[in-house]
């Protein structure tokens, strides 16, 4: 019995793919700034509010960009996202109040993964686009010696 394999991604598909992708590490980097505001074990963190800060900038640029991944083959998980960033609204306010009004660190760490929690609601999405194509990959960044090695080249040629 034949492998059924995925269709590539079409080529009208692209920008909204590269649109989701870029939304998703934009949310990623917000996420994880707050993370990294939480006390962990003897390091000073910063304050909750650089994390929950970095994360509601996050979320409002990612809001803004969800016009760009409307696609209907994912409308559902878009929605899904859509609903996820208005919760997130909901949860930073809440996980703001908390810090300011307890000590205790399980309380705080109870809003974040309730945060959190919501906003996989976009690795759902990039599953989904995943099941219904073969979606290209983000070429590696290019090394500094990469581009030294480029401009010599062209220094050459010139």
Known sequence: MPLLRRPDLPADRRDAWWAFLDSAELLEGGRRTLLGALPTGRVEPAPIAVGTTALRRAVADVRAWLPRWSVPEVADEHAACAA?????????????RTAADTDEL??????VRHLMDRLDAFADAE??????WRCPERPEPASVDDVDADADAEATDA
């Open 84 to 96: 996820a960033l208005d919760e997130a609204d909901r949860r930073l306010e809440a996980l703001e």
């Open 106 to 111: 399980d309380h705080v760490l109870d809003e």
């Open 127 to 132: 599953a989904a686009f995943r099941r219904r």
